[in-house]
């Protein structure tokens, strides 16, 4: 591993943790800075989610999260494969939350898929594919009691 690609995985890495900041402080600027302008955005394995363009899926967010009271995102185990200014990058996430009227935690996880390109202002992922494995309380599991 050479001294750029050791630089590359380090500022791959803040776009993630930046990624996660957004997310829990609904920050949807920050989240849109994450990505390039034509970045297309895969939620459709949670189960609420949806497909979109980088700022579709924003306005949808926000409007979503509206009824996330608390969150906290973790990305760990981040694995790199770069070809050139190009980088698939699989990295898990553990995600506690706290929705609006629900009184227990739910978590969910699984692993987000990028594909990165490194531009004029650092390195951006053009295409975002989140693999939901699990969720636990589900707000939907409770509304369907």
């Given at each position: 591993m050479d001294v750029q690609e050791i630089a590359d995985r380090f500022e791959i890495a803040d776009v993630l943790y930046r990624y996660s900041r957004a997310v829990d402080t609904k920050d949807w600027d920050?989240?849109?800075?994450v990505f390039t302008e034509d970045a297309v955005v895969d939620y459709s394995s949670a189960p609420?989610?949806?497909?979109g363009g980088r700022d579709e899926i924003a306005a949808w967010l926000e409007e979503s999260f509206a009824f996330v009271?608390?969150?906290?995102h973790f990305i760990t185990n981040i694995e790199y494969r770069f070809d050139g200014d190009r980088a698939e990058v699989r990295a898990m996430f553990y995600n506690p939350m706290q929705f609006a009227g629900m009184t227990e935690l739910s978590t969910c996880g699984g692993n987000y898929h990028h594909s990165m390109v490194r531009t004029e202002t650092g390195w951006?992922?053009?295409r975002l594919l989140e693999e939901s494995l699990w969720f636990v309380n589900s707000p939907l599991q409770a509304n369907s009691d």
């Open positions: 920050l989240w849109r800075s609420f989610g949806k497909v009271t608390v969150s906290q951006r992922s053009r």
